[in-house]
Structure formats: structure tokens, C-alpha cells
């Protein structure tokens, strides 16, 4: 996803964009798309679960609904 793409997500769902945002996002783009907080774990023990882990993951709503935001920071509520 680009950058435009990642807002208006956030837009669309009522988040915002995480203050390390910008850094996340460089992160996610080396990792293929996918979280790179789970990335490497998910590929060696995980790896038909990989789709979970694409940015935004499959985590997000119940991460921002627990702590506020989700688990990279990309988004905040």
C-alpha cells in the first residue's frame, strides 16, 4: 500500500497515524508488505499465516480496541 492508501485507511476506520509512522511504513515496504514486528517470526514457524501478518494485519482492530493503538504504532485510536 502507498503511503495515500495507509490514510485513507486510517481515515476510513477512525484511527490516526502513529507518531513512528513514516519509520513503520519504510519497515513494512522492506518486509514485502507484511508487519515487521511479526515478519521473520511468522516465516520460520508460521509461514501458511503470512497473509495474517500483511499490513494492515488481521490484528489491528482488537490491538487498537486493548491498548489504543496497534502493535507496530503504525495507528493510534
Known sequence: MTREEYIEYANNKGYKLG???DKMLIAV???NGYCPCKYAIYQSTKPD???DIKCPCKFIDEDIEQTGHCHCH???K
Open 19 to 21: 507518531k513512528i509512522f
Open 49 to 51: 499465516e503470512l497473509e
Open 74 to 76: 503504525m495507528f493510534t
Open 29 to 31: 515496504e522492506k518486509c
